[in-house]
């Protein structure tokens, strides 16, 4: 039957983007806030018997969620036959680990949330860091879908003789792969951060740079901070401009203008975050993974 793809307020162009990929029927819901804050939820369309795709990237996430625990709740109740996030962004990674006394670590809490909400989920390239997979918090089926393809296409369309730059460990596991995409050598800094926005990064080699432009490849651009002393210590040692490549372009505050202003030659982003970077799109990727969670669809390649 028919998938019922349904939004997440605030997620209405991935639902755009989706939907026809997935030959599924616009769902109707209505999400307002009652007077006081708490959220209203209404659906529209009988739901009995149906799968249930929600859409919901979940950038600015603690304004999502109620919407999206509350309209997979509504379905759940009504009857649907399954129910499903694609979340282009999966929020709450990075808190994975207690780093002082007393911390919480959300990302195991916010999977508990999910777990509770819905049946499977989809997401592009989650920061996977001291964990590998997210069978390792989550217990329902989760398929991740790498965005280094799309990377490397762009890469190869945009920019000539590209030298690959990971600016810390965590970043080896997108770089490398681009890297091996385009037959491009690469680089694996280091980095300390020891605040938010206190990051520093360790000083690239210049030989493999030689004649080539680098371009730099991070999950996540926030507060920007990890991509602008990349920038600056790339800057120093006399490479061109470097191409900042971000997965989920996040941009905390003046982020963007000031990873402009440090020197970076352009900063791209896929698709995950609606965005004025976005230049890569995922949607084909993504919609394949969620054709196989409804089982209209073969496997598609995931890491
Ligand atoms: C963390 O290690 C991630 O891979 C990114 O490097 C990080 O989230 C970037 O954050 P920011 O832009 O705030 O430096």
Redesign the pocket.
């Known amino acids: 039957m028919t998938p019922l793809v349904l939004t997440v307020p605030g997620c209405e162009a991935w639902t755009e983007r989706l939907r026809p990929r997935l030959a599924g029927q616009a769902g109707r819901a209505l999400v307002r806030q009652f007077p006081d804050g708490e959220v209203y939820v209404r659906l529209d369309d009988d739901v009995a018997g149906r799968d249930v795709v929600l859409v919901g990237g979940l950038d600015q996430p603690d304004r999502k969620v109620m919407p999206l625990l509350f309209l997979a709740a509504t379905a759940r109740e009504l009857g649907a036959r399954s129910i499903g996030l694609a979340a282009p962004y999966l929020a709450y990674m990075?808190q994975d680990h207690r780093f002082h006394p007393g911390e919480g670590i959300t990302s195991a809490y916010f999977a508990r949330l999910l777990d509770g909400a819905v049946d499977w989920m989809v997401t592009v390239d989650p920061?996977l860091?001291r964990r590998s997979t997210l069978a390792e918090i989550y217990r329902m089926p989760t398929t991740v879908v790498p965005s280094a393809p799309a990377i490397a296409a762009w890469i190869a369309d945009a920019v000539p003789s590209p030298c690959i730059v990971g600016?810390?460990q965590?970043?080896a596991q997108w770089a490398t792969v681009v890297a091996d995409r385009l037959g491009a050598p690469h680089m694996i800094l280091t980095k300390i951060r020891t605040g938010d926005r206190e990051?520093s990064i360790s000083q690239p080699s210049l030989a493999p740079l030689v004649d080539r432009t680098p371009v730099v490849i991070?999950?996540?651009?926030?507060?920007?901070?990890?991509?602008i002393e990349t920038v600056l210590q790339l800057r120093r040692i006399g490479t061109p401009p470097p191409i900042c490549v971000g997965i989920h372009g996040v941009f905390?505050d003046r982020?963007l203008d000031d990873l402009l202003a440090a020197g970076a030659g352009a900063v791209v982003t896929c698709n995950t975050i609606d965005h004025a970077t976005n230049r890569i799109c995922v949607a084909d990727a993504l919609a394949a993974a969620i054709r196989h969670h409804l089982g209209t669809g073969s496997t598609p390649a995931t890491v």
């Open positions: 990075r920061h860091h600016p810390d965590e970043s990051v991070d999950d996540i651009i926030s507060t920007g901070r990890t991509m905390a982020a």
